[in-house]
Protein backbone atom coordinates (compact mmCIF):
# COMPACT_ATOMS: atom_id res chain seq x y z
CA UNK A 1 0.00 0.00 0.00
CA UNK A 2 0.92 3.64 -0.46
CA UNK A 3 2.82 5.57 2.11
CA UNK A 4 2.36 8.85 0.59
CA UNK A 5 -1.62 10.16 -0.17
CA UNK A 6 -2.75 13.47 -1.24
CA UNK A 7 -7.04 14.07 -1.03
CA UNK A 8 -7.81 16.40 -3.74
CA UNK A 9 -10.87 18.03 -4.44
CA UNK A 10 -12.85 21.51 -4.65
CA UNK A 11 -13.27 23.43 -1.09
CA UNK A 12 -16.31 21.82 0.45
CA UNK A 13 -16.05 18.31 -1.41
CA UNK A 14 -15.08 16.35 1.96
CA UNK A 15 -11.08 16.23 1.13
CA UNK A 16 -10.30 17.07 4.84
CA UNK A 17 -12.57 14.48 6.62
CA UNK A 18 -11.63 11.77 4.22
CA UNK A 19 -8.01 12.44 4.37
CA UNK A 20 -8.10 12.32 8.00
CA UNK A 21 -10.32 9.35 8.44
CA UNK A 22 -8.07 7.50 5.53
CA UNK A 23 -4.94 8.27 7.96
CA UNK A 24 -6.40 7.47 11.32
CA UNK A 25 -7.31 3.99 9.45
CA UNK A 26 -3.60 3.63 8.30
CA UNK A 27 -1.92 5.29 11.37
CA UNK A 28 -0.64 8.07 9.07
CA UNK A 29 0.15 11.34 10.20
CA UNK A 30 -2.35 13.93 8.55
CA UNK A 31 -1.95 17.67 7.01
CA UNK A 32 -4.94 19.81 6.24
CA UNK A 33 -3.47 21.65 3.25
CA UNK A 34 -5.38 24.59 4.64
CA UNK A 35 -3.86 24.92 7.81
CA UNK A 36 -1.19 26.14 5.89
CA UNK A 37 -1.73 29.29 3.75
CA UNK A 38 -0.17 31.99 4.43
CA UNK A 39 -2.28 35.04 6.51
CA UNK A 40 -2.32 36.89 3.49
CA UNK A 41 -3.89 33.86 1.40
CA UNK A 42 -6.37 33.41 4.03
CA UNK A 43 -7.53 37.30 4.03
CA UNK A 44 -7.60 36.95 -0.03
CA UNK A 45 -10.17 34.22 0.57
CA UNK A 46 -11.80 35.73 3.48
CA UNK A 47 -12.81 38.68 0.88
CA UNK A 48 -13.95 36.10 -1.62
CA UNK A 49 -11.06 36.42 -3.51
CA UNK A 50 -9.70 33.68 -5.55
CA UNK A 51 -5.80 32.92 -5.15
CA UNK A 52 -4.07 33.07 -7.73
CA UNK A 53 -1.13 31.14 -9.40
CA UNK A 54 1.57 32.75 -7.67
CA UNK A 55 -0.06 32.93 -4.53
CA UNK A 56 -0.50 29.22 -4.29
CA UNK A 57 3.32 28.56 -5.35
CA UNK A 58 4.77 28.92 -1.85
CA UNK A 59 1.66 27.09 -0.33
CA UNK A 60 2.37 24.06 -2.31
CA UNK A 61 6.07 23.55 -2.34
CA UNK A 62 5.46 23.60 2.03
CA UNK A 63 3.19 20.50 1.24
CA UNK A 64 5.82 19.11 -1.06
CA UNK A 65 8.03 19.52 1.91
CA UNK A 66 5.21 17.53 4.49
CA UNK A 67 5.14 14.86 1.49
CA UNK A 68 9.00 14.68 1.28
CA UNK A 69 9.82 14.17 5.27
CA UNK A 70 7.10 12.49 6.32
CA UNK A 71 7.52 8.13 5.32
CA UNK A 72 3.77 7.53 5.99
CA UNK A 73 1.38 11.01 5.44
CA UNK A 74 -2.29 12.38 4.18
CA UNK A 75 -2.37 15.38 2.83
CA UNK A 76 -5.75 17.25 2.03
CA UNK A 77 -5.32 19.69 -0.78
CA UNK A 78 -7.34 21.07 -3.53
CA UNK A 79 -4.80 19.74 -6.59
CA UNK A 80 -6.67 22.04 -8.76
CA UNK A 81 -4.41 22.01 -11.76
CA UNK A 82 -2.00 19.76 -13.13
CA UNK A 83 0.58 21.72 -12.31
CA UNK A 84 -0.26 21.84 -8.82
CA UNK A 85 -0.34 18.60 -8.69
CA UNK A 86 3.18 18.00 -9.90
CA UNK A 87 4.64 20.13 -8.03
CA UNK A 88 3.01 18.31 -5.05
CA UNK A 89 4.59 15.41 -6.40
CA UNK A 90 7.78 16.84 -6.89
CA UNK A 91 10.94 14.81 -6.29
CA UNK A 92 8.83 12.18 -5.47
CA UNK A 93 7.74 8.85 -7.37
CA UNK A 94 5.43 7.31 -4.53
CA UNK A 95 2.17 9.53 -4.18
CA UNK A 96 -0.75 8.27 -4.71
CA UNK A 97 -3.61 10.78 -5.37
CA UNK A 98 -7.71 10.39 -4.56
CA UNK A 99 -9.79 12.60 -6.30
CA UNK A 100 -13.33 13.11 -4.66
CA UNK A 101 -15.53 14.27 -7.19
CA UNK A 102 -18.59 16.04 -7.43
CA UNK A 103 -21.15 18.59 -8.76
CA UNK A 104 -21.17 21.96 -7.95
CA UNK A 105 -24.80 21.48 -6.62
CA UNK A 106 -23.56 18.75 -4.31
CA UNK A 107 -20.84 20.72 -3.03
CA UNK A 108 -22.34 24.29 -2.36
CA UNK A 109 -25.26 22.20 -0.45
CA UNK A 110 -22.55 20.83 1.55
CA UNK A 111 -20.60 24.16 2.26
CA UNK A 112 -23.74 25.93 3.62
CA UNK A 113 -23.80 23.48 6.26
CA UNK A 114 -20.27 24.74 7.35
CA UNK A 115 -19.20 26.76 10.33
CA UNK A 116 -16.36 29.26 10.57
CA UNK A 117 -14.34 28.31 7.33
CA UNK A 118 -12.66 30.65 5.84
CA UNK A 119 -13.59 30.31 2.18
CA UNK A 120 -16.22 32.20 1.39
CA UNK A 121 -19.12 32.09 -0.71
CA UNK A 122 -20.88 30.66 -3.80
CA UNK A 123 -18.58 32.53 -6.12
CA UNK A 124 -15.10 31.28 -4.77
CA UNK A 125 -16.65 27.41 -5.55
CA UNK A 126 -17.56 28.96 -9.22
CA UNK A 127 -14.40 30.01 -9.21
CA UNK A 128 -12.45 27.18 -8.15
CA UNK A 129 -14.64 24.62 -10.65
CA UNK A 130 -13.59 27.26 -13.16
CA UNK A 131 -10.03 26.72 -12.22
CA UNK A 132 -10.40 22.71 -11.74
CA UNK A 133 -8.66 20.30 -14.63
CA UNK A 134 -9.92 17.23 -13.08
CA UNK A 135 -7.47 14.99 -13.00
CA UNK A 136 -7.52 11.75 -14.81
CA UNK A 137 -7.65 8.15 -13.74
CA UNK A 138 -4.23 7.72 -14.68
CA UNK A 139 -3.56 10.53 -12.87
CA UNK A 140 -5.41 9.66 -9.50
CA UNK A 141 -8.02 7.25 -8.11
CA UNK A 142 -11.11 9.04 -8.88
CA UNK A 143 -14.38 8.47 -6.23
CA UNK A 144 -18.16 10.19 -6.84
CA UNK A 145 -19.04 11.82 -3.32
CA UNK A 146 -22.62 11.51 -4.01
CA UNK A 147 -22.43 8.81 -1.78
CA UNK A 148 -21.91 9.08 2.14
CA UNK A 149 -18.86 10.24 3.68
CA UNK A 150 -18.63 6.42 5.23
CA UNK A 151 -18.86 4.73 1.85
CA UNK A 152 -16.66 7.62 0.06
CA UNK A 153 -14.31 6.44 2.84
CA UNK A 154 -14.70 2.55 2.66
CA UNK A 155 -13.80 2.92 -1.49
CA UNK A 156 -10.21 5.12 -0.56
CA UNK A 157 -9.13 2.20 1.22
CA UNK A 158 -10.82 -0.49 -0.95
CA UNK A 159 -8.75 1.19 -4.01
CA UNK A 160 -5.78 2.12 -1.74
CA UNK A 161 -5.18 -1.44 -0.67
CA UNK A 162 -5.13 -2.34 -4.71
CA UNK A 163 -1.88 -0.18 -4.71
Not at 11 to 38: E, M, T
Not at 116 to 143: D, K
Request: aromatic share 6%; proline share 2%.
Amino acid sequence: MTKKIVVLGVSGSGKSLIGKNIADKLGYRFFDGDDFHSQANVDKMRQGIPLTDEDRKDWLATLNTLLTDNSTVVIACSGLKPEYRAMLRQGLDDVTMIYLKGSIDTIWQRHQKRDGHYFNGREMLESQFATLIEPTEEEALVIDISQDADAVLNEALSLLSNQ
